[in-house]
């Protein structure tokens, strides 16, 4: 069974960082792709970024220049770095790791970030 576990979240005043992990574990196979997601209150969940095993990344424009995603696909982890935070970057933040030729989808169960002063 496979399972994703998010790390890293909690209380940030705006302007501060933070650096979220998500680690995977039952997984024989390998991820072609791994992503975050946010979902905030009464919000539907959105994509965040992604990174290939190719390398290739892609974030939504209004964490462009402050969030980095990077992964280690050997390893089946994956990381965020948020710099720069927001208020409006509150939410749960949810890794998402797709199985490679097979295209499941597997998530995690989510890490809360909360900037606040």
């Known amino acids: 069974q496979v399972q994703l576990l998010e790390s890293g979240g909690g209380l940030v005043q705006p302007g501060g960082s933070l650096r979220l992990s998500c680690a995977s574990s039952?997984?024989?196979?390998?991820?072609?792709?791994m992503g975050w997601y946010r979902q905030a209150p009464g919000k539907q969940r959105d994509l965040v970024a992604t990174i290939t095993s190719s390398g290739r990344t892609g974030y939504a424009d209004s964490v462009k220049g402050r969030f980095t995603i990077s992964a280690d696909f050997a390893r089946k982890s994956m990381y965020l770095q948020m710099n720069s935070l927001k208020s409006e970057d509150t939410a749960v933040y949810y890794c998402?790791?797709?199985?490679?030729?097979?295209?499941?989808?597997?998530w995690g169960q989510g890490t809360q970030v909360t900037v606040s002063s």
């Open positions: 039952g997984a024989v196979f390998s991820f072609s792709v």
């Open positions: 998402k790791c797709t199985r490679a030729f097979y295209g499941n989808d597997y």
